[in-house]
C-alpha cells in the first residue's frame, strides 16, 4: 500500500519515531543528575525503550549558577515558551518544585500534548486534581514516582505489581530529613536543635527545615500514597499531622526502656468505618522493621488482603534515588506502560473506591505522653481523673523524681517530676480533650508532649 | 465511516472486547487461591482493567480431590486440549510446577497464541530460553513475577521502576523453606533434623525438602534474578550452591558470638571481570537488614548505581501472596503492560548487556570454616600451612578445647576439639582446593563446614 508519501515516511520512521525529545524545567540538584544521566547514560536509555532519547532543551531561571555539568548553549533557555512552542518535545520533566511556577508551567504542558514527569509532591497534593483532569482531556499523563520516597518505587508498585489487594494499610517514613534528626537524637543522645545543625550540617537539612520538621513534608506524600492505594483524593491539610519538634532525648530514653524506637509515621489504614490517616511521631515497637530505619532512609510497610505484609526500604531523596525514579517514569512514559497504569487508576475521579475518609477524632489509637507536674500529694489523682473522665484508661506510668537543685542563692528549688503515661486505644477526639484539659491544671506545666504507639 | 458489519462490530466491542477469558492449569494450593480471587473478588479485577475477567476454564488431572472451593462443573476438565481448542480464551496461568508436562502445555499454549502466566521457576530457569523465543514468535507474552519470592513484586520492579539502573548486585533469601529452618536452629536452638521437622509441621517443608534446602531452588530463582536484572543467560545447573544441611546449633553460637546471623544467600555481584553468582549459607552482620529476615520471608537487597541500596521484604510463598503474584501478572497482561515490558526485555536474547558470567573459582570472598581437630601439639600449624600454601590469609581463629569424656569402661577419650576460622578475601578457586587438601589430613576429622561472610 504504498502512496506517494512512501520516502518522506521512512524517513519519518528513522528520524523521528526513533527520537524521543525531552526537555527538563528545573537544573537544581537532582535536574543535575537527571540531565548528567541522560547526557552520559544515554546508550541504557535507548537499550531499555528502543528508541533514542534526547535531552533537547533545559529550561531554568538562572543559566548562570555554578553547576557540576556542562551542557550545550543552544539546549539551555531561561525561557519556558521555548519548550511549549517546540511540537517536537513529547515530554517535559518538571524539578523545580514547588507550587507557582510549576503549576503554570505543568498545565501547559499537558494543554500542549506534552506528556509530564514531575518529582513535585506538593503540587501533586495540592493541585493533583487539576492536574490529573487536565492531563486526561488532554491525552496525556502524568508520572510521578519521585514524588514520594525517591528511590524506593513504591508508587509504582502500588499501582501495578499489588493491584490485585485491597489495601489495609500502610506505614511509612517518608521524609529523610526528619528521621535522620531523630537517628542523630537517639543514637548521639543529643538535643533537637543540636541534632537539626548537623543534619544541616551534613545536607541532609535545608536551611529551613521547618515542612520536614513539621510533618508538612509528611501529609503530603500520604495524601499522593492514599490516592494511590485507596483511591482516595483528600486534601492534604486535612490530615492530621504532628511533627518532631517537640521530642527530647528524654523520649529516646523512655522509649528504649519500654522496647521502642521513635519515628516520625505516615500513616493511612482502612478500618470498617473509614480511612484513617495521619503524621505523627510514633513509638515503633523495635521487632518492626521500621523501627530500624535509621538516617536519611525512607521505608514504606504495606499490608494487602492477599500479599500480606511487604516493606521497602531505599534512600528517600537525594541526588541520584530521586533521578532512578524520574528515569524510571521517563522510560516507562516512552515505552507507554505509563499511559496504561495513569488511564487505569483514573486519578481524576473524585473517589475511586468508594472509600471515604474517617474523622479524624474517631481514630482510635494508643498514645505516649509526657508532661511535667508538681511533686505533691493529690496530683497523680487529678491527672488520673482528667483520663478517667475522658474514658481514657491508662496502660503504665513512671513517674521520675524530681531532682533538688541548688540555685544561685544557695536556696533548694523543687523541681517539677517527669509523669510518662501510656494509655489503651482512645479515640482521638477524646484524647485531645483530655490533653487540653490536663493542660489548664495548675499542677501540669508547659505542653504535654504526645507521642503515637504502634504495636 | 459506519459500514455494513457495524452493528456487528459494535456487539463484538461490548461482548468480545471487554471480557478476557482466562484458563487455569492445576488446581493445587495456589491454584486454588486464584480461582477463589477471581471468582470471589471478580469486581476487584474488573475495576483494575476495565474489562470483564472471566475464569472460562480449570484444568487438573485429579478433579475428584477434596478442595475448598467449588467450581461450576462445566468450568472443570482433565483434558489440557480443551483449553487449547477454546479460541475464546487468550491467557492460560500454568500452577502445576515442575517441567512435565508443564513445559509442554506452555509451548503449545504459546503456539496457540494464548500469554502465558506461571508461577513455575523450574521451567523458566530450565526452559526459559525455548520458552522466550516461542512466545516471541508468536507475539504473546510470558509473565513470571510470582516464580520468585512470592509476595514481593521484585521481578516488576526491577524490570521497570529500577530500569535506569545498572545493578551493581542483588543479596537475597529466596527460599522461605530454609530461611524458617535456619530461624528455628537460631531461635530454639534445635538442631537441623528437628528444625526440619518443625517446618514440616507447620507446613514450610513438604514432606521432601531437599531442593529447598540444598539450594537448587534458590539456584533456579537466581538464574531468573540474574536474567531480568544482569540480561545474562545462565544455566542453573553452573551456579555453584550450598545448601543448609551442614549447619549446626553450634555455628549459629559462634555467629552470634561473632555479630553475625546465618542465612540462605543468593547473590548476583556485577565485577570488573564479570559476574558473580552463587548460593551459600552466609554470616549477615546483625545491622544488615537481611540479618533480621526471619522464618518464613523472603527478602531481596538490590543495588543500583543510580538508586543505591534498596530493600525488600515480604511473604515468599504461601496461596495468598503467591496470587497476588499471579493476579498482578494476570492485571497487567490484560492491560498490555506486560506485552511492553516483555518485549523490552528481550529475555529471548543470549546476553543482553553484554555481562559475562565470571568462572566461579574466581570469585573472591570472606569465608567461616568449622572443622574437628586432634588436640595435639603441631596440628594447628600444620593446618595453618594449608591455607598459606593456598595463599589464603586468616583473620580470626576460635579454638574451643577438648572436652574429656568418660567412657563405659572409665577410661577417658580425648574428644577433637572445634577449630573455627574466618579468612580474608580469597579466590574461590584456592578455597576449595584448601578444604580438600584439609579434609585428607590426618588430624582432621570429617567434613569441614564452610559458611560464607558477608559484611
Redesign the interface.
Known amino acids: 500500500m504504498c502512496h506517494p508519501s512512501c520516502v518522506e515516511y521512512f524517513f519519518w520512521e528513522a528520524f523521528v519515531v526513533n527520537t524521543v525529545n525531552v526537555a527538563l524545567i528545573g537544573l537544581g540538584t537532582i535536574g543535575t543528575?537527571v540531565a548528567r544521566?541522560l547526557s552520559e547514560y544515554a546508550d541504557?536509555?535507548t537499550?531499555?525503550?528502543?528508541s533514542r532519547v534526547v535531552l533537547a532543551k533545559v529550561c531554568d531561571k538562572d543559566l548562570s549558577r555554578e553547576r557540576d555539568i556542562t551542557l550545550p548553549a543552544e539546549m539551555l533557555t531561561d525561557d519556558f515558551e521555548r519548550i511549549l512552542d517546540d511540537p517536537s518535545i513529547s515530554i517535559v520533566i518538571e524539578l523545580i518544585g514547588g507550587l507557582e511556577p510549576a503549576r503554570t508551567m505543568v498545565l501547559r504542558s499537558l494543554q500542549n500534548g506534552k506528556n509530564v514527569i514531575t518529582a513535585n509532591k506538593a503540587l501533586l497534593a495540592q493541585h493533583g486534581a487539576e492536574l490529573f483532569d487536565t492531563a486526561k482531556k488532554h491525552g496525556v499523563t502524568i508520572a510521578f514516582?519521585a514524588a514520594v520516597c525517591g528511590?524506593?518505587?513504591i508508587l509504582?508498585?502500588l499501582a501495578?505489581?499489588?493491584?490485585?489487594?485491597?489495601f489495609q494499610s500502610i506505614h511509612a517514613i517518608v521524609n529523610g530529613t526528619s528521621n535522620f534528626i531523630l537517628s542523630q537524637m537517639d543514637e548521639a543522645g543529643t538535643n533537637y536543635q543540636d541534632a537539626v545543625n548537623e543534619a544541616r550540617r551534613l545536607g541532609f537539612a535545608e536551611a529551613d527545615p521547618t515542612m520536614d520538621v513539621d510533618g508538612t513534608d509528611a501529609v503530603q506524600k500520604l495524601a499522593i500514597l492514599a490516592r494511590i492505594a485507596f483511591g482516595v483524593r483528600v486534601d492534604w491539610k486535612t490530615i492530621p499531622r504532628t511533627g518532631i519538634e517537640a521530642i527530647e532525648a528524654i523520649d529516646f530514653r523512655y522509649a528504649r526502656e519500654l522496647g521502642y524506637k521513635i519515628k516520625l509515621l505516615a500513616v493511612a489504614a482502612s478500618t470498617a468505618t473509614g480511612l484513617e490517616l495521619h503524621v505523627s511521631p510514633t513509638l515503633v515497637r523495635e521487632t518492626n522493621?521500621l523501627a530500624?530505619v535509621d538516617n536519611a532512609f525512607n521505608a514504606v510497610r504495606v499490608t494487602?488482603?492477599?500479599?500480606?505484609?511487604?516493606?521497602?526500604?531505599?534512600?528517600g531523596a537525594?541526588r541520584?534515588?530521586t533521578?532512578?525514579?524520574v528515569?524510571?517514569d521517563?522510560?516507562?512514559t516512552v515505552?507507554?506502560?505509563t499511559a496504561?497504569?495513569f488511564k487505569?487508576l483514573e486519578l481524576w475521579e473524585e473517589n475511586?473506591?468508594g472509600i471515604a475518609v474517617k474523622d479524624p477524632r474517631e481514630v482510635r489509637g494508643k498514645s505516649f505522653l509526657r508532661m511535667r507536674a508538681v511533686d505533691k500529694p493529690g496530683v497523680l489523682h487529678e491527672i488520673s481523673g482528667v483520663f478517667g473522665r475522658h474514658g481514657i484508661s491508662i496502660a503504665s506510668m513512671i513517674q521520675h523524681a524530681g531532682e533538688n537543685r541548688a540555685t544561685g542563692e544557695h536556696q533548694e528549688v523543687k523541681t517539677p517530676v517527669s509523669l510518662i503515661l501510656t494509655t489503651h486505644d482512645a479515640r482521638e477526639g477524646d484524647m485531645r480533650h483530655a490533653i487540653d484539659e490536663l493542660e489548664r491544671l495548675d499542677c501540669v506545666y508547659g505542653k504535654i508532649v504526645r507521642i503515637g504507639l504502634l504495636d
Chains 1, 2 share one sequence.
Open positions: 543528575g544521566i541504557r536509555i537499550d531499555a525503550v528502543g514516582e528511590g524506593i518505587p509504582g508498585t501495578t505489581s499489588l493491584q490485585a489487594n485491597r522493621p530500624r494487602g488482603d492477599c500479599v500480606g505484609p511487604v516493606f521497602f526500604q531505599g534512600l537525594g541520584m534515588p533521578a532512578s525514579a528515569l524510571g521517563l522510560i516507562a515505552l507507554g506502560r496504561i497504569t487505569a475511586r473506591n
